[in-house]
C-alpha cells in the first residue's frame, strides 16, 4: 500500500514568490490536513480538506491557501514568500476525523 | 494556555527502563488522542490511539488516559536505544483539526 506521497522535497525560494506543493493521499483516504513543522513553533495546524472541501483552517495568513481534488489529491499554496515561511510542510492522511494520520515526507521549504 | 501541553525534556532514562511521557489537553470535547514518534529528520509516525478512559496497551507501549482530568499518558516498558526519539501527544476535537503538543524529547541511554 502506497503511503503519503509530497513533492517536491526541496525547495529554495527567494522572498515575495510563490510555491505550490503536492500531497497525494493514501488509496481511500478522504482526509488531508496540511502541518508546518519549525523548530520554535512545533506543528501548527495549517488545514484540513475532505471530500474537496474544506473543513477547518489554522492560524495562518491568507498567503496560505489549498484545495483537494476529486482524486482526493491536495495542492497548498504559499504567496508572496517570506523568510518566516521557511519550513518543513507536512501533509497528513487518514480516513476521517478521529482517525489516526499517515505523515507524508514533507517538503522543506527555505525561503532566502 | 496551550491546548496541548506536553514537558519538552529531554527526558533521558536507561536502557530496559520504562519511559513515562505526559500530555495535557484543554478541550473538554476532545474525542480522540493520540502518540506519534517522530525521528530525527523524519516525519511523524502514529504509534498509538486511545478513545476511552483507561489504558491501551500495545507491545512495550501502553497510553492511558483520563478524560476527566484532561490527561493523556504513553508508557514505554523495556525501553531500547532505537526509542530514542520526539514523541508528539495529538488530540483531535469534533473541529476536524488535530491538534499537536511541542513533543518531549526521549534518550534513551545503552
Known amino acids: 500500500k502506497a503511503g503519503v506521497t509530497q513533492t517536491p522535497r526541496y525547495l529554495i525560494k527567494t522572498r515575495g514568490q510563490q510555491v505550490t506543493l503536492s500531497c497525494s493521499p493514501i488509496?481511500?483516504?478522504?482526509?488531508v490536513s496540511w502541518y508546518q513543522q519549525t523548530p520554535g513553533q512545533g506543528l501548527q495546524f495549517l488545514f484540513e480538506?475532505?471530500?474537496?472541501?474544506?473543513?477547518n483552517k489554522g492560524n495562518f495568513p491568507g498567503r496560505f491557501s489549498g484545495r483537494q481534488f476529486s482524486n482526493s489529491r491536495s495542492e497548498m499554496n504559499v504567496s508572496t514568500l517570506e523568510l518566516g515561511d521557511s519550513a518543513l510542510y507536512l501533509c497528513?492522511?487518514?480516513?476521517?476525523?478521529?482517525?489516526?494520520?499517515?505523515f507524508g515526507s514533507g517538503t522543506r521549504l527555505t525561503v532566502v | 494556555q496551550k491546548e496541548v501541553e506536553q514537558n519538552s525534556g529531554p527526558l533521558s532514562v536507561p536502557e530496559g527502563a520504562i519511559a513515562s511521557l505526559n500530555c495535557t489537553y484543554s478541550d473538554r470535547v476532545s474525542q480522540s488522542f493520540f502518540w506519534y514518534r517522530q525521528y530525527s529528520g523524519k516525519s511523524p509516525e502514529l504509534i498509538m490511539s486511545?478513545?476511552?478512559?483507561g489504558d491501551k496497551e500495545d507491545g512495550r507501549f501502553t497510553a492511558q488516559l483520563n478524560k476527566a482530568s484532561q490527561y493523556v499518558s504513553l508508557l514505554i516498558r523495556d525501553s531500547q536505544p532505537s526509542d530514542s526519539a520526539t514523541y508528539l501527544c495529538?488530540?483531535?476535537?469534533?473541529?476536524?483539526?488535530?491538534?499537536f503538543g511541542a513533543g518531549t524529547r526521549l534518550t534513551v541511554k545503552p
Open positions: 497528513a492522511s487518514s480516513l476521517d476525523v478521529g482517525y489516526g494520520y499517515t
Open positions: 480538506y475532505f471530500s474537496e472541501t474544506q473543513r
Open positions: 488509496s481511500g483516504h478522504r482526509s
Open positions: 486511545i478513545y476511552s478512559n
Open positions: 495529538a488530540v483531535n476535537s469534533n473541529n476536524n483539526d488535530m491538534r
